[in-house]
């Protein structure tokens, strides 16, 4: 399999011309990562006492920031919580600058998610099968259908102590669509409509969704799928950021502790090429229009 990881160095980013950063935005919206291994966040000196997970509030495993400023999971009182706040926001700030410069375009378009640092270890967390994100997977939501709108991530990387964030990243999105399309079971609007009048999901699910579910489903179910298909092992140091569609990059978190994390959300229709999407995908092998 080719390498599905595209390395961005300092004097390449420094120096950019419209010929890379054509090659770069391709290559992200293909279902690659672009790796950035000089462009980390850096917590400030009294920031540091926040890489503990002893700053998490009882029962919950990450810490976020929305989009409106508010903070929750963090435990302590008002001091605590703003520290918090000002460190993810900053991150925030960084993250948003990256993709700014990166990928212009998409600026107006772009819908903010909550910002999340996550100071718990990876290894060792009991989840169910559809749960475990060490199984390698394309990120879809049972409870919230999105209708094919993109779902771009920025990662960083802030171990104090040198240890890597480990995943998995496996074959590419039309690869994966292939194998595991002809499994799915076909599409039901009577179901969709009962699942959203029960309040399982909050809009109507739309085949595309559907699909993507089954996709994500049959990927993690697979164990010989995720021992024998193409995959490559990729450590993220720390001090590095990385930046991916997670609906669109087969990946697996394996280990890891004290990361940093953005979501933003996309239309489609807003992408330098939508025919690469998912949802292009989907359409071309299946034929059919699915939202």
């Given at each position: 399999?080719?390498?599905?990881?595209?390395?961005?160095?300092?004097?390449?980013?420094?120096?950019?011309?419209?010929?890379?950063?054509?090659?770069?935005?391709?290559?992200?919206?293909?279902?690659?990562?672009?790796?950035?291994?000089?462009?980390?966040?850096?917590?400030?000196?009294?920031?540091?006492?926040?890489?503990?997970?002893?700053?998490?509030?009882?029962?919950?495993?990450?810490?976020?920031?929305?989009?409106?400023?508010?903070?929750?999971?963090?435990?302590?009182?008002?001091?605590?919580?703003?520290?918090?706040?000002?460190?993810?926001?900053?991150?925030?700030?960084?993250?948003?600058?990256?993709?700014?410069?990166?990928?212009?375009?998409?600026?107006?378009?772009l819908r903010?998610?909550?910002?999340?640092?996550?100071?718990?270890?990876?290894?060792?967390?009991?989840?169910?099968?559809?749960?475990?994100?060490?199984?390698?997977?394309?990120?879809?939501?049972?409870?919230?259908?999105?209708?094919g709108e993109?779902?771009?991530?920025?990662?960083?990387?802030?171990?104090?102590?040198?240890?890597?964030?480990?995943?998995?990243?496996?074959?590419?999105?039309?690869?994966?669509?292939?194998?595991?399309?002809?499994?799915?079971?076909?599409?039901?609007?009577?179901?969709?409509?009962?699942?959203?009048?029960?309040?399982?999901?909050?809009?109507?699910?739309?085949?595309?969704?559907?699909?993507?579910?089954?996709?994500?489903?049959?990927?993690?179910?697979?164990?010989?799928?995720?021992?024998?298909?193409?995959?490559?092992?990729?450590?993220?140091?720390?001090?590095?950021?990385?930046?991916?569609?997670?609906?669109?990059?087969?990946?697996?978190?394996?280990?890891?502790?004290?990361?940093?994390?953005?979501?933003?959300?996309?239309?489609?229709?807003?992408?330098?090429?939508?025919?690469?999407?998912?949802?292009?995908?989907?359409?071309?092998?299946?034929?059919?229009?699915?939202?």
């Amino acid at each position: 399999m080719e390498t599905q990881l595209v390395t961005i160095g300092q004097d390449e980013w420094r120096d950019l011309t419209p010929a890379s950063q054509q090659r770069w935005i391709e290559a992200l919206e293909a279902g690659k990562v672009l790796l950035f291994p000089f462009l980390g966040f850096v917590p400030e000196k009294e920031e540091q006492r926040l890489l503990d997970p002893a700053v998490l509030a009882k029962g919950v495993r990450n810490i976020s920031l929305d989009a409106q400023g508010r903070i929750k999971g963090v435990e302590g009182e008002a001091a605590a919580q703003q520290a918090a706040a000002d460190m993810i926001g900053r991150f925030r700030t960084q993250a948003m600058g990256l993709i700014d410069r990166l990928l212009p375009a998409y600026g107006p378009a772009l819908r903010l998610a909550p910002t999340s640092f996550r100071p718990m270890q990876v290894e060792g967390r009991a989840q169910s099968w559809r749960a475990d994100d060490r199984r390698l997977h394309v990120d879809a939501f049972p409870s919230r259908p999105n209708y094919g709108e993109r779902i771009l991530r920025v990662f960083t990387n802030l171990n104090p102590h040198g240890t890597p964030r480990v995943w998995r990243v496996g074959e590419p999105f039309e690869a994966v669509a292939k194998r595991f399309l002809p499994r799915t079971k076909a599409y039901s609007p009577w179901q969709a409509k009962m699942l959203h009048k029960l309040h399982v999901t909050k809009s109507l699910r739309s085949e595309y969704d559907h699909l993507m579910l089954q996709l994500h489903d049959g990927m993690k179910s697979d164990l010989d799928y995720q021992r024998e298909c193409p995959q490559e092992t990729v450590p993220f140091a720390p001090g590095s950021t990385w930046v991916c569609f997670s609906d669109q990059t087969s990946h697996a978190v394996m280990s890891g502790q004290f990361m940093m994390e953005q979501t933003l959300h996309l239309p489609v229709a807003s992408q330098y090429n939508p025919e690469a999407s998912p949802l292009g995908i989907l359409r071309r092998l299946t034929g059919r229009k699915l939202i």
